[in-house]
């Protein structure tokens, strides 16, 4: 199974801020990955697809970035509603594993 | 509007069999991949495996095969996740989710999510 390890596991940040977490595969993945947002009791919700591709109706402050092993996710300009759960998921080799988990915290 | 709504909770004991269901509306079911993803309290996300509702072709991870069933009903367009013999370890939240596309695609779409309590 590839592996994804994300980083940090867990993230304190203001209002307003700038913030970047990142996902590594165990092996490469090309742009293969998915990044998720899940808050306390709801289902996630995907962001970001093929690494880079924001969803529909995802708020531009939200950006992706990578290929092959090493991907980032960044939020510019945090708002309130931010703060949440991140997730990536590769979606290159089955098991279509998640990384363990980002939790953006309020400072 | 595409929507997944889930059956309700559930709390069973160990050894019990358990079918949960995902009822999928506003999208052609039987052209759409279907999910499961497991949620383990205070734990993250994992991938369980993927149905094609055309012919319920099954995508099983490795760590679920043989524990659970995964199947689908066009006529009722509903998806389905089963254990023959539920363990305390099964307790989780269980998330259906539709794929945007194909088999390798990610997932657009959530249920709301079924809590399932092993306990005796």
């Known amino acids: 199974d590839i592996q994804l390890t994300q980083s940090p596991s867990f993230l304190s940040a203001s209002v307003g801020d700038r913030v970047t977490i990142t996902c590594r595969a165990s092996?490469?993945?090309?742009?293969?990955l998915a990044w998720y947002q899940q808050k306390p009791g709801k289902a996630p919700k995907v962001l970001i697809y093929?690494?880079?591709i924001l969803q529909s109706g995802v708020p531009s402050r939200f950006s992706g970035s990578g290929s092959g092993t090493e991907f980032t996710l960044r939020i510019d300009g945090l708002q309130p509603e931010d703060f949440a759960t991140y997730s990536c998921?590769?979606?290159?080799?089955?098991?279509?594993?998640f990384g363990q988990g980002t939790t953006l915290e309020i400072k | 509007e595409v929507q997944l709504e889930q059956s309700g909770a559930e709390v069973r004991k160990p050894g019990e069999f358990l079918k949960i269901s995902c009822q999928g509306s506003?999208?052609?079911?039987?052209?759409?991949?279907i999910g499961w993803v497991r949620q383990m309290p205070g734990k993250g996300l994992e991938w369980m495996g993927i149905i094609y509702c055309g012919d319920s072709d099954t995508r099983y991870n490795p760590s679920v095969q043989g524990q659970v069933t995964m199947s689908a009903d066009k006529s009722s367009s509903t998806a389905f996740l089963q254990w023959d013999s539920l363990q305390a370890s099964d307790t989780a939240i269980y998330y259906c989710?539709?794929?945007?596309?194909?088999?390798?695609?990610?997932?657009?779409?959530w249920g709301q999510g079924t809590l399932i309590t092993v306990s005796s």
């Open positions: 506003g999208f052609r079911f039987g052209s759409s991949w």
């Open positions: 989710a539709k794929l945007r596309g194909h088999n390798y695609d990610h997932f657009e779409y």
């Open positions: 092996q490469g993945i090309t742009t293969y």
């Open positions: 093929a690494a880079s």
């Open positions: 998921q590769q979606l290159h080799s089955y098991p279509h594993t």
